[in-house]
């Protein structure tokens, strides 16, 4: 993902949390707030100490980041997203990752498509 695609600093992800909607399942936690300045979402990740270790983390993270580079085409744009790990996720393989964001995001209105293709 390229650097404009993320959201680093604490208050980019302090406004999310505090002017955002969440929608949750046992894997994920997803944040969510418009903004109709930008022209692409933007997103950003936690992952806790709880879950594992740093390996087990950044896996984890790659996870996330190639599904949202794969539902990019159908995630709408303008958005603001923070996508926090819960502990099921450090059991899980990219395939079941990817399916858990698509319901998050498919629950939240966030696909552009009705395609559901990418949930297979």
């Known amino acids: 993902m390229r650097k404009s695609y993320r959201l680093k600093k604490d208050d980019e992800f302090q406004r999310v949390f505090k002017k955002g909607k969440s929608f949750a399942n046992r894997q994920l936690v997803l944040y969510y707030l418009p903004c109709e300045d930008q022209t ?3 997103f950003g990740l936690s992952v806790s100490k709880r ?11 790659r996870y996330i980041r190639q599904a949202f580079l794969e539902l990019e085409p159908d995630v709408k744009p303008s958005y603001d997203f923070i996508v926090i790990a819960r502990m099921p996720t450090k059991d899980m393989d990219f395939h079941q990752v990817k399916k858990s964001l698509t319901h998050l995001l498919y629950k939240s209105n966030l696909l552009q498509s009705k395609n559901r293709q990418n949930r297979k």
Do not use: D
Request: glycine share 8%; no cysteine.
């Open 51 to 61: 879950v594992g270790n740093a390996v087990v983390r950044n896996r984890i993270k």
């Open 40 to 42: 692409h979402f933007r």
